[in-house]
């Protein structure tokens, strides 16, 4: 139980780090490279929410092994959690966006600022991704809702 505790605090208090960038910060010093950090944020609070979820799961013997890659544990998340659990189809899809930016982030070797959104790149320019505080507040709603059903676990 005290990984399941332990998860919740960190996916509350990335949540709480992305909420503040995107609502208090950004708007503030309107630097869309906070855009990156709401991201990142956004990701690490998605991710402990599931973990959470999972150990959780684990610990009831409801999901017998818990795998250790990202693709597993979404499979079974998505799989097993989600329909059981009521939780939002959605969730699943932006922890897969989120998690496809900060690998195109951390792989690309040209980003930039455009207007209000930040442009990350791939190798050879084929393939760019744009984040905007829009999009990222939209997600913000909806990881808000799955995070009070993780709150719910203790």
């Known amino acids: 139980m005290e990984q399941v505790r332990r998860a919740v605090l ?24 906070l855009l990156l950090a709401i991201t990142q944020n956004l990701y690490v609070a998605g ?6 979820i999972l150990h959780y799961e684990q610990l009831y013997k409801r ?3 818990l795998p250790v ?9 998505e799989r097993n959690v989600v ?15 989120l ?9 690309s070797p040209m980003e930039f600022s455009r ?3 930040f442009v990350i790149c791939n190798d050879d320019y084929t393939t760019m991704k744009t984040i905007d505080i829009e ?8 990881m808000r809702e799955f995070l009070q059903q993780v709150n719910g676990l203790n």
Request: hydrophobic fraction near 35%; charge should be positive; charged fraction near 30%.
């Open 47 to 52: 991710l402990k929410g599931m973990d959470a």
């Open 63 to 65: 999901i017998n092994i």
């Open 135 to 142: 999009m990222l507040k939209s997600y913000i709603v909806v």
């Open 83 to 97: 329909p059981r659990m009521k939780i939002r189809p959605d969730v699943c899809k932006i922890l897969k966006d």
């Open 10 to 33: 960190e996916a509350n208090n990335s949540f709480k780090t992305a909420d503040h960038l995107a609502y208090v910060s950004y708007p503030l010093l309107k630097d869309n490279r």
């Open 69 to 77: 890659d990202f693709e597993s544990r979404m499979q079974i998340f």
């Open 115 to 117: 207007r209000e959104k």
């Open 99 to 107: 998690k496809y930016i900060t690998q195109q982030h951390r792989n």
